[in-house]
């Protein structure tokens, strides 16, 4: 059994940050490639950034790159996605996404930027 559990989310002014946490339970995390992905509202879920099992592969969308930055912590079974210069664009409900042999989802966060 994996689980997925987020956290982090809130909200934050335009410009500013906020770091998610995906904790994961289980014995899949080292050898997993973990993901973020995010759904606005009336939205399908879209991919954000992903990090490979060992961390060294990190990759990203055009619309987050060089603001969000994915990292993990293969000892804590973490992986995190730190946001920077947040738009309001930015805002939706952010999943957690674990991939091995099977494919697990956390229950997600909600991240609004506003004013």
């Known amino acids: 059994q994996v689980q997925l559990v987020e956290s982090g989310g809130g909200l934050v002014q335009p410009g500013g940050s906020l770091r998610l946490s995906c904790a994961a339970s289980g014995n899949i995390f080292s050898r997993s490639t973990m993901g973020w992905y995010r759904q606005a509202p009336g939205e399908q879920r879209k991919w954000v950034a992903t990090?490979?099992?060992?961390?060294?592969?990190?990759t990203y969308a055009d619309s987050v790159r060089g603001r969000f930055t994915i990292s993990r912590d293969n000892a804590k079974t973490t992986v995190y996605l730190q946001m920077n210069s947040l738009k309001p664009e930015d805002t939706a409900v952010y999943y957690c996404n674990a991939k091995s042999t099977f494919t697990y989802w956390g229950q997600g966060t909600q991240v609004t930027v506003s004013s």
């Open positions: 990090i490979s099992s060992g961390g060294s592969t990190t």
